[in-house]
């Protein structure tokens, strides 16, 4: 099977969950990440990042409950590590900061904890909180931080009830290219 096509399959057998209290399914969180990743100008990996950062959610069981949903504080890294497995690391890279990247600019901007959504301020608890300066200059030296902050900013927006976006299918070249050829 390619990696386009288990993606593909991963996504038809859990996608259509909710994603955590918000009014859009996981697949459709994804596919808003990556639309405002577009209209962003950003380069094709960091669209697949953007559409794939919550890859680890889909390949681990999905809890419906609240308490549950402490796992989450770990699926950035799962993801990023079955992404890093059939991509490189501008793909996997972000995918594993993009949690770091919440808690990050929860210390270092000052209007960013006022726009979070009500389970996204829950969910910060769950992942430690706002980042200590120690925390904040160690997350600095990560070479792809940069592109973790933007990726979070689309993850932030892509909770729109109702946006018409690209399907998934239409990713498939994007993944393909990305994808590195079986060792
Ligand atoms: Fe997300």
Same mark, same amino acid.
């Given at each position: 099977m390619s990696v386009a096509d288990e993606i593909f399959a991963i996504y038809a057998r859990? @996608? *259509? @969950? +909710?994603?955590?209290?918000?009014?859009?399914t996981m697949l459709d969180h994804g596919l808003q990440a990556a639309h405002f990743a577009r209209i962003d100008g950003a380069a094709p990996a960091l669209v697949a990042a953007a559409l794939l950062h919550d890859i680890g959610h889909l390949i681990e069981d999905v809890p419906d409950d609240l308490a549950d949903?402490? *796992?989450? +504080?770990r699926h950035e890294e799962s993801g990023a590590r079955w992404l890093g497995a059939h991509f490189g690391a501008p793909v996997s890279e972000p995918v594993r900061l993009h949690v770091p990247a919440k808690r990050y600019l929860c210390a270092v901007d000052r209007g960013y904890f006022g726009e979070l959504s009500a389970a996204s301020v829950v969910t910060l608890k769950l992942q430690g909180g706002r980042m200590s300066p120690a925390e904040i200059a160690a997350f600095e030296r990560e070479p792809f931080h940069a592109e973790a902050v933007r990726v979070r900013r689309w993850d932030d927006r =892509?909770?729109? +009830? =109702?946006l018409e976006t690209r399907g998934l299918a239409d990713y498939r070249g994007l993944i393909e290219m990305l994808a590195r050829a079986p060792a």
């Open positions: 859990r @996608g *259509s @969950g +909710a994603y955590f209290g918000e009014p859009v949903w402490i *796992s989450d +504080a =892509g909770k729109v +009830a =109702g």
